[in-house]
């Protein structure tokens, strides 16, 4: 039998994240909340998000960053099992990557971004992509 749910917890032992890439081949919900990954993290996230058939990835409050949100950015692209992307409390503030992220994988349809340094015309482009965008995607931006 395979994982295929994942919750890891403080503090990551970021030297563990290694030994699971590539051991997982089922997994589709990897819950990584309040680990503090930092860009650092992400880059270590990065091989697992690729190997496994993600349906949910919640990486909320790991001040990700602008820096690791382009180091993970290939790979939720390009992985079209993906649903489901929780991004809030992550200190986001380059809009672009999103409007990047949202454009480039439709599998993509609810995705959170709440609490990040997003100003009012930034969400309210997000809002605008959130509605245009075929598919249509569901964005918690408040």
């Excluded at 496994?52 to 382009?70: A, H, I, Q, W, Y």
């Excluded at 609490?115 to 249509?136: I, K, M, Q, V």
């Amino acid at each position: 039998d395979y994982v295929q749910s994942l919750t890891i917890s403080p503090p990551l032992p970021f030297d563990r994240l290694r030994v699971l890439d590539g051991c997982l081949p089922l997994l589709r919900f990897l819950d990584v909340c309040d680990c503090e990954l930092g860009p650092a993290g992400a880059s270590m996230l990065a091989p697992l998000v690729r190997g496994c058939p993600l349906v949910m990835l919640n990486l909320k409050s790991n001040f990700v960053t602008d820096e690791g949100l382009r180091i993970l950015l290939p790979d939720l692209i390009a992985r079209t099992s993906l649903r489901f992307v929780n991004l809030g409390w992550n200190e986001l503030a380059d809009v672009r990557l999103l409007v990047q992220l949202f454009h480039q994988a439709p599998h993509i349809v609810s995705a959170d971004v709440r609490w990040n340094s997003f100003n009012f015309s930034d969400r309210r482009a997000l809002g605008e992509l959130a509605t245009t965008r075929t598919p249509p995607i569901k964005l918690q931006l408040l």
